[in-house]
């Protein structure tokens, strides 16, 4: 079984220009989650999709985020303009509902380095 | 809010040693879960182990068991063995069990631990 893929597995842009970040989850798991670590700190939650709708978007940094889930399938995270500070890697994370939620499988994360 | 704290940035040990990684937490919930999380070098992040709150027993998973002290907050890793493959940066994580609390992890700053031949 495949498990969470994420692309890029690296992407470097300028300050000002758009960068699209895409997460396929496991097959089958109705959330979907966005993390991302900046400058060697901590994991930080950004958002979760139960399906295709927004169940939690509290940690997304500004409105230059947008995340959005086609279909309830793979979802894309896109930073327009990037800015230097949003340097980082961003994982993607899918579970499954119930009493599995808590179990949060992970990419390896796409590295973004806005020069 | 809850906070995870992980206050060894870098461990090592020597093949077939033993190593304990640290981390505490400040939280006002009685219920909750606790994760170790492992990530090599541009892998996948995957699941180690993981401790609900309200189980008094520690979990073990193999050469992986984990010291749960809750009224000193403080959900500590031990890798028995220490093999090469053990190489990786660990992340400690929290959960809130409560449904309106969401479903976010909530992550420490995470240990990188080198295994020496």
């Known amino acids: 079984e495949a498990g969470v893929t994420q692309f890029p597995s690296h992407s470097v842009i300028e300050k000002g220009q758009t960068v699209t970040l895409r997460c396929d989850p496991i097959s089958g798991h109705d959330n979907l989650y966005w993390y991302r670590r900046v400058m060697g700190k901590e994991i930080k939650f950004l958002l979760h999709?139960?399906?295709?709708?927004?169940?939690?978007e509290s940690g997304m940094p500004n409105n230059r985020f947008l995340a959005e889930r086609t279909g309830g399938t793979y979802s894309t995270l896109k930073v327009q303009p990037a800015e230097l500070e949003d340097s980082g890697v961003y994982f993607c994370a899918s579970s499954l509902g119930g009493t599995f939620k808590n179990i949060q499988y992970f990419g390896a994360g796409t590295r973004l380095s806005v020069l | 809010a809850q906070t995870v704290t992980q206050s060894q940035p870098e461990m090592s040990v020597q093949e077939a040693e033993t190593v304990t990684l640290s981390c505490t937490y400040d939280t006002s919930e009685s219920d909750y879960y606790l994760f170790w999380y492992k990530q090599p070098p541009s892998r996948q992040m995957i699941l180690v182990i993981r401790q609900e709150a309200y189980k008094q027993q520690n979990a073990t998973e193999n050469r992986f068991s984990v010291n749960f002290q809750k009224a000193a907050k403080s959900f500590s890793l031990k890798i028995s063995d220490s093999q090469l493959g053990d190489a990786a940066m660990y992340f400690c994580a929290y959960r809130s069990a409560q449904e309106t609390s969401g479903s976010r992890l909530t992550f420490g700053e995470g240990t990188q631990l080198t295994v020496n031949p």
């Open positions: 999709f139960v399906k295709e709708s927004k169940q939690d």
